[in-house]
């Protein structure tokens, strides 16, 4: 397993978090992510390397950058 960990941005509270955990790819971490998500945008990490930024688009569609 791999170790990831999740930023999700400032939700309008003041607050961002971080979430930590481990998948067997990116590709999974991806899905992970996404779940956690809850409609906030995010920046997934694998260690110390940016893997992308998700920004919901529209329910069930997300944007990588």
Same mark, same amino acid.
């Given at each position: 397993?791999?170790?990831?960990? %999740?930023?999700?941005? /400032? /939700?309008?509270?003041? !607050?961002?978090?971080? &979430?930590? @955990?481990?998948?067997?790819?990116? /590709? @999974?971490?991806? %899905? #992970?992510?996404?779940?956690? !998500? !809850?409609?906030?945008? #995010? ?7 940016? &893997? ?14």
């Amino acid at each position: 397993m791999r170790a990831f960990h %999740i930023l999700l941005k /400032d /939700d309008g509270t003041g !607050a961002s978090e971080r &979430v930590d @955990f481990e998948a067997d790819s990116r /590709d @999974f971490a991806l %899905i #992970i992510a996404q779940g956690h !998500a !809850a409609g906030r945008n #995010i920046e997934l990490w694998e260690g110390s390397a940016h &893997v992308g930024s998700l920004h919901r688009s529209a329910p069930q569609l997300w944007r990588l950058t």
